[in-house]
């Protein structure tokens, strides 16, 4: 089910989405914006998952964050 909106958004970020479906990258400026939020969505939730993983097993520390850095220099 989807549910009928309107809202309100810079310029730009309009021209973004048009932009992204006349290149065929989104195929409406609907699904481009469903896409956007869908991603937001799952950051937060992402978020929220390491912040449990912190408070059960305590926040990595400094070697971790280390490694971890250069594991995605490398990438």
């Known amino acids: 089910m989807t549910a009928k909106i309107a ?16 290149a065929g990258r989104a195929g409406s400026v609907s699904a481009y914006v469903a896409e956007a ?22 926040a990595p520390g400094a070697a971790a964050m280390g490694r971890a850095a250069r594991v995605l220099d490398a990438l």
Do not use: F, N, Q, Y
């Open 7 to 22: 809202v309100s958004l810079p310029d730009h970020l309009v021209e973004e989405a048009r932009a992204a479906v006349a």
């Open 37 to 58: 939020l869908t991603e937001k969505s799952r950051r937060r939730t992402l978020s929220e998952v390491l912040d449990e993983m912190d408070a059960e097993l305590g």
